[in-house]
């Protein structure tokens, strides 16, 4: 078989950059390959629910309902947008090489403003809730959209910062050591080291379809072992504590030696309240249920009741 393998993806600047990546990746291993930038839903898949389909991602559910429907083989996403739980017939078919994990802090200066009230702009509960946890005179306010259309509205108000991932200003050739510039932007950074990043940031995932042997055999060959397990223990550790991608818990696992060094963290939306782990296990270990164990301090030290808090809190703001 030597069918062209289509590559599903969003039509953002930041989407597009990551299908090229596994499309270059794909190509030059011989795969034949076709980027197609999905922009609608299609709307339904009229015979079945698509609740019953798992299909539940903002981010992820029109590349869900293509695959489905045969108009892509495979899709790739950042992974920290996926769902815990894919869809029933996609399986996670590669992650390749982690990115950059950090969190920044992007301004229009390198003013130092963090003992003086201020203002600082991210979408992310999480990011906000570890912002206030730190500086809690501060104010936090709330940017969404893609990455050049945040940098343009930090750009045109008046915020003392705002919060972004590294690994995305660097793959679009924006951020470089301390300076971050963009067609929309032009500014400094500072990497935020005490900040536990979203579980699986700078990692990307492609999927497919559980039956289509070629793309899923294909994909493989682009998968990074250590990746796949930091990744895998970091969404464990999110999907035991029923976190979505909204709410305030941080995940990372790195390999330090001969070790897996995992944190994480779980917090209030106020970010008053901080659980915090810090866990290692031998690397030769069976590592498929360290997430858990982890996730399961943290619930008995409180993060249970925490949980139930946040999601009565949560589903008010629906």
């Not at 090229?20 to 076709?34: F, I, P, W």
């Amino acid at each position: 078989m030597n069918k062209t393998i289509k590559i599903g993806t969003r039509d953002s600047e930041l989407a597009l950059w990551q299908a090229h990546y596994v499309e270059n990746q794909l190509n030059a291993l011989g795969y034949k390959t076709e980027i197609v930038a999905v922009k609608s839903t299609g709307d339904v898949i009229l015979d079945v629910p698509l609740y019953e389909l798992g299909i539940t991602g903002i981010f992820t559910k029109t590349l869900d309902i293509a695959m489905i429907k045969g108009e892509v083989d495979i899709a790739v996403h950042s992974m920290k947008d996926v769902p815990t739980a894919l869809p029933k017939g996609i399986v996670q078919a590669a992650v390749p090489k982690r990115a950059n994990t950090a969190d920044i802090l992007v301004q229009k200066s390198d003013m130092v403003f963090y003992n003086a009230p201020a203002t600082v702009a991210t979408g992310s509960l999480r990011r906000q809730a570890q912002w206030l946890h730190r500086y809690p005179h501060h104010n936090v306010t709330d940017l969404r959209g893609n990455v050049n259309t945040r940098l343009k509205k930090l750009d045109e108000n008046n915020w003392q910062g705002a919060i972004f991932a590294a690994a995305g200003l660097e793959r679009l050739n924006f951020y470089s050591g301390q300076k971050v510039k963009s067609p929309a932007f032009e500014g400094t950074a500072e990497v935020l080291d005490w900040m536990v990043p979203a579980p699986a940031q700078g990692a990307m995932l492609a999927v497919a379809m559980e039956h289509d042997a070629y793309s899923r055999e294909a994909l493989s060959r682009l998968n990074d072992k250590p990746t796949e397990i930091a990744t895998h223990i970091e969404r464990q550790f999110l999907k035991k504590l029923e976190g979505g991608c909204t709410a305030p818990i941080g995940a990372l696992a790195t390999f330090i030696d001969d070790e897996i060094r995992f944190e994480g963290v779980l917090l209030s939306l106020d970010g008053r309240q901080r659980l915090y782990i810090e866990k290692s296990v031998h690397i030769n270990a069976d590592y498929r249920n360290f997430g858990n164990l982890c996730a399961e301090e943290i619930l008995q030290s409180g993060g249970d009741a925490l949980m139930k808090t946040l999601r009565a809190q949560l589903n008010k703001k629906k």
